[in-house]
């Protein structure tokens, strides 16, 4: 089972990235899936999961952010727009038989990609 993250770099404050997460040894599509991130000094935070097709945000990243997934190819996506400086940070994918109501702890999820490095600058 791997999770594989991708599609990280570096980008000027307003700009957009797309991040990838590629699965392989399993089938995502009965599961849910998740991003997270963690800045330098600081804790690992929810940003976005979908499950079912319902999709969970953090509040910092509605309205900018999109998750969506690609069952057929086992894939799931973070779409970022309006980026921010404070958006710099490792994200990481995530994925696991979570319900609902847990999508937006991360001890609920089973897998976890190595993370890919997003940094906006100002």
């Known amino acids: 089972v791997q999770l594989q993250a991708s599609g990280g770099g570096l980008v000027q404050a307003g700009g957009s990235l797309r991040l990838s997460c590629a699965a392989s040894?399993?089938?995502?599509?009965?599961?849910?899936m998740g991003w997270f991130r963690q800045a330098p000094g600081k804790e690992r935070e929810f940003v976005a999961a979908?499950?079912?097709?319902?999709?969970k945000y953090e509040d910092s990243v509605k309205g900018r952010f999109t998750i969506s997934r690609d069952n057929a190819k086992n894939m799931v996506y973070l779409e970022m727009n309006s980026l921010k400086p404070e958006d710099t940070a490792i994200y990481y994918c995530?994925?696991?038989?979570?319900?609902?109501?847990?999508?937006?702890?991360?001890?609920?999820?089973?897998?976890w990609g190595q993370g890919t490095q997003v940094t906006v600058s100002s």
């Open positions: 995530a994925g696991g038989a979570t319900i609902i109501g847990r999508l937006r702890q991360a001890e609920a999820y089973d897998y």
């Open positions: 040894g399993w089938t995502i599509s009965s599961y849910a």
């Open positions: 979908i499950r079912l097709g319902i999709t």
